[in-house]
């Protein structure tokens, strides 16, 4: 079974509001989780790392203030997309590293209209 | 910064027939992942290789890596409609290649006809 949770798994949301988009680890404690997003026919695309208890790390070219990122314990990461627009539609997902492999969610689809 | 490039960008192939997907790294490959997704889904992790010149199998898919740690190949023998979708390759940066942060090649869509 699915040992990385994600929800939800779509959500539709007005243009100007915020989403939040939860990623868990179940079986595992996972200190650090990555959260990646893949536009239509495109790959994934590392967003940011997030790190229990301190700061999330972001790539190039992402805005922290828009995509805020909370992983206040060991199974649980957030990713608060704030004041959405259209071009932020997109396919979200995480993923956590195990023993062995990283194991990613079953991923977010976010539309904003 | 490290790229991957996949080859071919997409197959169709006839159910039955054996395809062969590359995956080609600027960089020393530490740890290269393999992933299935159907469109707008989660990843389906199929293998990891970490040492020059391993393979491995699963069913009827294999995975190698090559020698000199910077191209992988997926193998897949007797095709079946099952097999259709979107194959990623990831590379993981760390010198263990198990930090879990992945760069992704650009993905190859596969279509497998009955």
């Known amino acids: 079974g699915a040992v990385v949770s994600q929800h939800p798994s779509w959500v539709i949301c007005k243009s100007g509001t915020s989403v939040k988009i939860e990623c868990r680890s179940l079986?595992?404690?996972?200190?650090?989780m990555f959260w990646y997003r893949q536009f239509p026919k495109q790959s994934l695309m590392l967003m940011a790392t997030s790190n229990e208890g301190s700061k999330a790390t972001y790539e190039q070219g992402v805005e922290k203030d828009k995509f805020l990122i909370n992983h206040a314990s060991l199974t649980l990461s957030t990713l608060t997309v704030t004041s959405a627009h259209p071009e932020d539609s997109s396919f979200y997902i995480c993923s956590a590293i195990g023993v062995t492999e990283a194991f990613f969610g079953q991923g977010t689809r976010l539309t904003v209209v | 910064s490290q790229e991957l490039e996949q080859s071919p960008q997409s197959l169709i192939v006839q159910e039955g027939k054996n395809l062969t997907i590359n995956c080609t790294s600027s960089k020393t490959l530490y740890g290269l992942y393999w992933y299935k997704q159907k469109y707008g889904e989660g990843l389906i992790f199929l293998m990891m290789?970490?040492?020059?010149?391993e393979e491995k199998s699963h069913e009827k898919i294999t995975a190698k890596l090559d020698e000199k740690k910077q191209q992988s190949s997926l193998h897949i023998t007797a095709s079946q409609p099952s097999h259709a979708g979107i194959y990623l390759c990831?590379?993981?940066?760390?010198?263990?290649?198990?930090?879990?942060?992945?760069?992704f090649g650009q993905g190859t869509t596969l279509q497998v006809k009955p």
């Open positions: 079986d595992f404690q996972a200190t650090t």
């Open positions: 290789l970490q040492k020059g010149g």
């Open positions: 990831g590379a993981d940066n760390g010198l263990m290649g198990n930090t879990g942060k992945l760069i």
